[in-house]
Antibody, heavy 119, light 111 residues
Framework: EVQLVESGGGLVQPGGSLRLSCAAS????????MKWVRQAPGKGLEWVAN????????NYVDSVKGRFTISRDNAKTSLYLQMNSLRAEDTAVYYC????????????WGQGTLVTVSS | QSVLTQPPSVSAAPGQKVTISCSGS????????VSWYQQLPGTAPKLLIY???KRPSGIPDRFSGSKSGTSATLGITGLQTGDEADYYC????????????FGGGTKLTVL
């Protein structure tokens, strides 16, 4: 069974930093692109970042470029999101996701971790 | 404001059928596969449909997907109260260099 379990969320002040983690199991982690998606309170889904199987390619939504860094450790089957210079508008539930089927569909999701940026 | 346009809400009675539309453009839906997601209250999204009309293992055939031109549609038959959820469409937008763009979501109410 595929499992994605996020951790690391919490309350942080504007300008602060946070590192999210996602522990993956039940599939060959090193064979797949991995993604982060967020959902602000009461809002829709927004893709944040993705990373290639070997970590050689990373992409970000414009609003987080230069502030967030996605990374992975295939030996630990884990995905990370380092978030710096956090803003109030970054407040959201952050989901780790994987596309294990074709067509760019996100077939597996974690349960999410809440990040609240507030003073 | 989302690139993909969905109605904010739809409703129908138990046992009935409902459709949810997702409208885009040639740079997104028009030239890429569409996927659909169900998000029950307080839970993570769940994939219902991928590659326009395919169902992952475990998704009942009450859920169906279709695409025509720059629009896609999710159909749900035999509505159940447990289907009350938010539904999102998603696809790739090559012009925005975004892995997946999502619609704004549609709240389904089963009356």
């Amino acid at each position: 069974e595929v499992q994605l379990v996020e951790s690391g969320g919490g309350l942080v002040q504007p300008g602060g930093s946070l590192r999210l983690s996602c522990a993956a199991s039940g599939f060959t982690f090193s064979n797949y692109w991995m993604k982060w998606v967020r959902q602000a309170p009461g809002k829709g889904l927004e893709w944040v970042a993705n990373i290639k199987q070997d970590g050689s390619e990373k992409n970000y939504v414009d609003s987080v470029k230069g502030r967030f860094t996605i990374s992975r450790d295939n030996a630990k089957t884990s995905l990370y999101l380092q978030m710096n210079s956090l803003r109030a508008e970054d407040t959201a539930v952050y989901y780790c996701a994987a596309s294990l089927l074709s067509g760019r569909a996100y077939s597996s999701w974690g349960q999410g971790t809440l990040v609240t940026v507030s003073s | 404001q989302s690139v993909l346009t969905q109605p904010p809400s739809v409703s129908a009675a138990p046992g009935q059928k409902v459709t949810i539309s997702c409208s885009g453009s040639s740079s997104d839906i028009g030239n890429n596969y569409v996927s659909w997601y169900q998000q029950l209250p307080g839970t993570a999204p769940k994939l219902l449909i991928y590659e326009n009309n395919k169902r992952p293992s475990g998704i009942p055939d009450r859920f169906s997907g279709s695409k025509s031109g720059t629009s896609a549609t999710l159909g749900i038959t035999g509505l159940q109260t447990g289907d009350e959820a938010d539904y999102y469409c998603g696809t790739w937008d090559r012009s925005l260099n975004i892995d997946v763009v999502f619609g704004g979501g549609t709240k389904l109410t089963v009356l």
